[in-house]
Every structure is written in structure tokens, then in C-alpha cells.
């Protein structure tokens, strides 16, 4: 009844829905809540559209440390709840909403003292594993001796490690996982469009009906009308609010988390790391061949679409890494360095419109307009049915729960059984298994889409760089399925080239626009552009990444 494929002509009838129809629910944002929130009220039943003035997860959902994971420092602050639900919700994805995106990844907790450290960690870690509750998907934790942590992490400095505690947590592709749950959403009748910003509300009285939005890829105005509007705007919010002239019950304080992206050699280690550090943590994450290290947490009140990574925030991870490490990780060694911006919330005092917990808000500051704010990519799900369920309030009549805990994604469908066919099909597109590999885990079923693309065209089996793992076919695909616009959302988000191999990035980008620029209808000048505009965003962070390595 309804396709999950997101291309130019969905966004065209999208645009055309926007400004003719009337919706129970409008949601402003196509991060990771915006998104879950429209899932959220769409497989209710709902009348459901998004607007995302970027791309979907362009903001702080594309540079988080990309773990679906509990928070073990949680742990430490006693919030048991918190981390309780945020582990609900990782054995929910990586067992059966989308095992095909998310999963398991195992941490080393090292110790440098034998028995009060190894103690009190080994029974944090023991009320980590019984949080989660009878369903389990993942190992429980594990005591490891000096002996042992030598073979599976020979960079681990044996001179201080006398031991070390493995436990598992999970990991994500947190942009694709995004773009997956808005094409779900899509799957099931919600209208969805990037490249629409909202500028004003339009209100009957004091109740909000709609907003007063902007298609930047043309600048036409569109006045899209709805019973209830939620507002998923991250780290926007404040200025939102401001532009909107509401008064919320909180406000949103911005911190940036930096992460340096290193080759496979240069820490030499089968599982990722963790480290306690003087105000955090910092993660030694394994992401395929490579290595993503951080985070950084330092306030924040600059540009909030592109944070930079300054000297000083890749010389605290190198700092805090090589605490721990022999050999020693080095500026030189860095491919790739990201930052992002946590949405911090803070309750004002005296407001009775808020509903706060300690990790995220839900607000409803005006009638038929609520907010949502903070929180961890983890429980997107939780506060996306928070949201919701706030938000129906404005319709007036009786609504169906959530069932997005029973939901899994698109792509997670059979995806098990096509693992254990990966041979199979290799065969018959003759394509190596590690390609057919690849592609189950950031397609899952969905694989087919791109299969297609191959029987077509056997030349969209090839590589687009010759040190990673993607083909031209995921090129053409983002465009025809995934919704991208632009050389940007191709090389940042539906793959992740940018950060994986900084340099390459910039040498293909003229070929992306090429294998795109048909399905986009673009002539040589919407192609250049479309370059230089990429080239501009990464030649800010290659010149700070420059600058670093060369200090
Ligand atoms: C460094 C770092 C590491 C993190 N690591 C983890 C982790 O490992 N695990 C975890 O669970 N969480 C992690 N988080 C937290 C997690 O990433 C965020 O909580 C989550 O991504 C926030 O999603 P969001 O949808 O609220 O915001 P965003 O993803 O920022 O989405 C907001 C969207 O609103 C859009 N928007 C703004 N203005 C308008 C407008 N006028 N009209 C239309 N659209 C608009 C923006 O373009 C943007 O796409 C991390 C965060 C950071 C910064």
C-alpha cells in the first residue's frame, strides 16, 4: 500500500501533501527522535508528516560514539532506572528490530590494581548484566588475568595492567539506523520530507495548527496545517522556541563530543577499550577495520550545523588513550576526526509544564505544540512514545498505544536466514562474500534493492575507493531508495567515506555527483555545485585536521 523508498519523486509528492492535506501529527526534526516519533504515531494510526530542514540525522544523530548501550557511568550516579530501560531497549534491536543494524561488541574495562578495583568494577558490571532482565541477547561480563589480556589486547601496557573485566555492549551506523527507521515510518503511510525548514507556527488563538515551513532546495514557502505539532529539534531548540515565541519549561545547553577515527594497526586489539578518565570516559570503539576514539565533553556556543574539532580536543584523547597504550597513538595516524553536539537539558525551576526525567524532556508549551529534548540515542523509542503520547492530548479523541516495541525495522526481515546464504548469493552476483556480507549489514533483507541494482548494471559491483567496502551500486541507491539530495548526504551519512577515509572523500566526490546527478536530473551545473558544496564542508575539517598533525 504504502513504499519505504525515499526518492526525488516520494519527495515531490511529499511536498504536494504538505501543503494540501491536514495532519493529526507534524513533527519538526529528522534526527533520531523525530524520527522514532513518527513511526511512533504513524503505526498508531495517525495522519503523520516530517519535515527535516537538512538531512535526516544531519545533526547530532550522524556523531554520536555510535553505541546502543546502557551507560555504565550511569551506574556510578545510581540512576539504575535509566540505565535499566536503555538496556531494554538494546536487547530489543540487536535480537529483533534491527539485528541487522545494530550489534554486539565486546569492551575491555582494564584494571591496574588486583583486588579493590576488580572488585567494585566486577560488581558494577554484574548489576549491568542483571538490569537487562530475563531476555538476553548479549554474553554476560567476564574476569580476565594479565596473562590472558596480553593475547587479546597486546597494545594494552603490560607494565600497568594487571587484569581486566569484558563485557558487551552494542554498536550502530547511528546516520543509516536513522535514514532505516524514517523509511519504516515511510513503509507505513507518514509523509516525509528533508529540505524543509520550519520558520513559524501558525496558530487559531493560542493553539498551534500548523507551521509556516521553507523548501530549500527552492525556496517556495509551504503553510502545512496539523491538530498537534512535536518539535524534535535537538540542540535547535532553544532558538526554536525564541523564533516561535514560546516559553518552554526548559532549555537546552550545548556540549561538543569530539571522536578521532584511526586504521585498524594502529591499536592492536580484539576488543574495543574502555577507560575511565577525570570527568568521563573515553571508548576505544573497533568500527570494521578501523578504530573510533572518544569522547571529548567541553561547552559549546558556535556554529551548531558544523562543529569543528579543535587542537585541544584531539590532543585529550590522544592524551587519554595513550595512558594505557603501547605503542602510543599519534596525530600523524589519525583518517578521520567528527564532532557533535549533545542537546544538554536543563528543568527551569517553578515550570509545571514539564515533564522532566534525567535524561530527557518532553514538554507542551502551547496547546497543539509539544517539545522534545535530550536524552540518549539509545531510548529514542521511549521518549519518541513519551512525545506521542503528550501530544495525542491535542486530538481529542481515544488513540491506540505504541507498538513500536514489537516493530522491527525494515531490512531486519529474514535477515538471519540471508546471513547463512551470504555463499549463496554471492555466487549467483558474483561478487565476493565479504561484499555480500557488507551489504546484509547495512541492508539487511533490503539487500535485494541493491542485487537489483547489480543485475542491471554488473559494473555497480565495483568499489567506489579500493580500501573500503562500498560499491557504486549503495551510490545510485542512496538516491533511489534512501533519500538523498545531495554529495553531502551520500558521502557523510548513507556512507560514512568521510570520516572512514578523509582524503579519498574529496578525490570521488566528482564521481558520486556523477552516479547520482541522473537520478537527481542534474546537469554539469548542478553536479559542480553540488561538489564544491561538499568540498567546503570537508576542506574546513581537513584544514583543522591539518593543522593538528601538523602542530
Ligand atoms: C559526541 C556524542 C556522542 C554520543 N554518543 C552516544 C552514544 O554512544 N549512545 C547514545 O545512546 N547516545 C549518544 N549520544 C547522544 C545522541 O547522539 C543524541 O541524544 C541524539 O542523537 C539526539 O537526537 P535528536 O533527534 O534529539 O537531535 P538531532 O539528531 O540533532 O536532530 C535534530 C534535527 O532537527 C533539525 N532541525 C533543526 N531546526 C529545524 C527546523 N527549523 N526545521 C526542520 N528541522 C530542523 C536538524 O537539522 C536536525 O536534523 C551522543 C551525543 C554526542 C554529541
Not at 597494545?155 to 552494542?170: C, E, K, W
Not at 530549500?216 to 512535536?230: D, F, L, P, R
Not at 577507560?275 to 578501523?290: E, G, H, M, N, R
Not at 557504486?472 to 534512501?482: G, N, R, S
Request: proline fraction near 4%.
Amino acid at each position: 500500500m504504502f513504499t519505504s523508498q525515499l526518492n526525488p519523486q516520494q519527495r515531490a509528492d511529499a511536498l504536494s501533501s504538505l501543503a494540501t492535506e491536514e495532519f493529526d501529527i507534524l513533527i519538526i526534526g529528522g534526527g533520531v527522535n523525530g524520527v522514532g516519533a513518527a513511526l511512533d504515531a504513524v503505526t498508531r494510526g495517525l495522519k503523520v508528516a516530517l519535515v527535516e530542514s537538512q538531512d535526516f540525522a544531519a545533526g547530532t544523530s550522524s556523531r554520536s560514539s555510535k553505541l546502543i548501550h546502557g551507560g555504565l557511568r550511569y551506574l556510578e550516579q545510581y540512576d539504575f532506572k535509566l540505565v535499566r530501560e536503555a538496556l531494554r531497549e538494546r536487547e530489543l534491536m540487536v535480537s529483533t528490530q534491527c539485528p541487522h543494524l545494530v550489534k554486539p561488541v565486546s569492551f575491555l574495562y582494564p584494571l591496574t590494581e588486583k583486588v579493590k578495583e576488580r572488585t567494585y568494577v566486577g560488581a558494577g558490571l554484574a548489576l549491568y548484566d542483571a538490569l537487562r532482565g530475563m531476555k538476553r541477547a548479549l554474553p554476560s561480563h567476564k574476569h580476565l588475568t594479565g596473562k590472558t589480556i596480553a593475547a587479546i589486547s597486546p597494545s594494552l601496557r603490560q607494565d600497568i595492567i594487571t587484569g581486566a573485566i569484558r563485557y558487551f555492549d552494542a554498536q550502530v551506523d547511528d546516520a543509516r539506523h536513522t535514514m532505516m527507521i524514517a523509511r519504516t515510518a515511510a513503509r507505513h503511510g507518514a509523509v516525509m520530507a528533508t529540505g524543509v525548514r520550519v520558520d513559524d507556527l501558525i496558530r487559531n488563538g493560542k493553539k498551534v495548527i500548523g507551521v509556516v515551513a521553507t523548501d530549500t532546495t527552492t525556496n517556495k514557502k509551504i503553510k502545512i496545517s496539523a491538530k498537534s505539532t512535536i518539535m524534535c529539534a535537538g540542540v535547535w531548540s532553544d532558538e526554536l522556541h525564541a523564533q516561535f515565541g514560546l516559553t518552554p519549561g526548559y532549555t537546552v545547553a550545548m556540549s561538543k563530543g569530539v571522536h578521532i577515527v584511526l586504521p585498524g594497526d594502529a591499536i592492536k586489539s580484539k576488543d574495543g577499550i574502555i577507560l575511565k578518565t577525570p570527568v568521563s570516559v573515553l571508548f576505544l570503539i573497533p568500527w570494521a577495520d578501523q578504530w573510533i576514539v572518544g569522547t571529548t565533553d567541553t561547552p559549546y556556543d558556535g556554529d551548531r550545523t558544523k562543529p569543528l574539532a579543535t587542537q585541544e580536543d584531539v590532543q585529550y584523547i590522544l592524551d587519554q588513550a595513550n595512558r594505557v597504550l603501547d605503542p602510543q597513538i599519534k596525530a600523524e595516524d589519525i583518517v578521520g576526526v567528527f564532532a557533535g553536539l549533545r542537546p544538554l537539558v536543563a528543568n527551569k525551576t517553578g515550570s509545571a509544564t514539564t515533564k522532566l526525567s534525567r535524561e530527557h524532556t518532553v514538554d507542551r508549551p502551547a496547546p497543539g505544540f509539544v517539545s522534545l529534548a535530550g536524552g540518549k540515542y539509545t531510548t529514542y523509542r521511549v521518549m519518541a512514545k513519551d512525545a506521542v503520547d503528550l501530544a495525542v492530548l491535542d486530538l481529542r479523541r481515544l488513540v491506540s498505544d505504541s507498538v513500536t516495541d514489537k516493530l522491527p525495522l525494515i531490512g531486519a526481515d529474514g535477515y538471519f536466514a540471508l546471513v547463512q546464504q551470504s555463499e549463496k548469493i554471492a555466487e549467483k552476483y558474483s561478487v565476493p562474500e565479504a561484499t555480500i556480507t557488507h551489504l546484509l549489514n547495512r541492508y539487511g533483507s533490503l539487500i535485494e534493492e541493491i542485487l537489483g541494482i547489480i543485475d542491471a548494471d554488473g559494473s555497480m559491483s565495483e568499489r567506489l575507493i579500493p580500501d573500503l567496502p562500498y560499491i557504486k551500486a549503495e551510490i545510485l541507491h542512496a538516491v533511489t531508495h534512501e533519500g538523498a539530495l545531495s554529495v553531502e548526504d551520500v558521502l557523510l551519512r548513507r556512507t560514512r567515506i568521510s570520516f572512514e577515509d578523509f582524503y579519498s572523500g574529496s578525490e570521488v566526490a566528482a564521481e558520486v555527483a556523477d552516479i547520482i546527478g541522473a537520478e537527481l536530473g542534474w546537469g554539469t551545473k548542478e553536479r559542480s555545485a553540488s561538489v564544491k558544496s561538499f568540498l567546503a564542508v570537508i576542506d574546513k575539517e581537513e584544514e583543522a585536521l591539518l593543522e593538528l598533525v601538523n602542530s
